[in-house]
């Protein structure tokens, strides 16, 4: 079994779930085989669920979570929070959001 996080929710997928494509958010996705669980942090992309239970997972970033240091990610956080409050433009504003999003992300991947 995989999880992914779909921009509609947490998607369990398993053999002979029905063919969908769904958009990743910033979050967890974790691949279930037997009694083994590998959870990687996953910035975005798109999971592809075939007919056959073959599922593709295109990311733009994905990371084992046990490989992430916190202490980088806070320090992160605090650096696009401020640059948010910071910001003038739309696209300043914008660009420190994504940091935002995805550093409060990593941040709920690690402690939750």
Avoid: C, R, W
């Amino acid at each position: 079994m995989v999880m992914v996080p779909a921009t509609t929710g947490l998607m369990g997928i398993l053999p002979g779930h029905v063919s969908t494509i769904a958009e990743l958010k910033p979050g967890v996705m974790s691949v279930h085989e037997g009694n083994d669980v590998t959870k990687y942090f996953v910035s975005s992309g798109f999971a592809f669920i075939h007919a056959n239970s073959i599922t593709d997972v295109v990311a733009v970033e994905a990371v084992p979570l046990d490989q992430i240091d916190q202490s980088l990610v806070q320090k992160g956080l605090a650096e696009f929070t401020a640059k948010l409050g910071s910001a003038s433009t739309d696209l300043e504003k914008a660009e420190a959001q994504i940091g935002v999003d995805v550093h409060s992300a990593l941040n709920a991947a690690l402690t939750g």
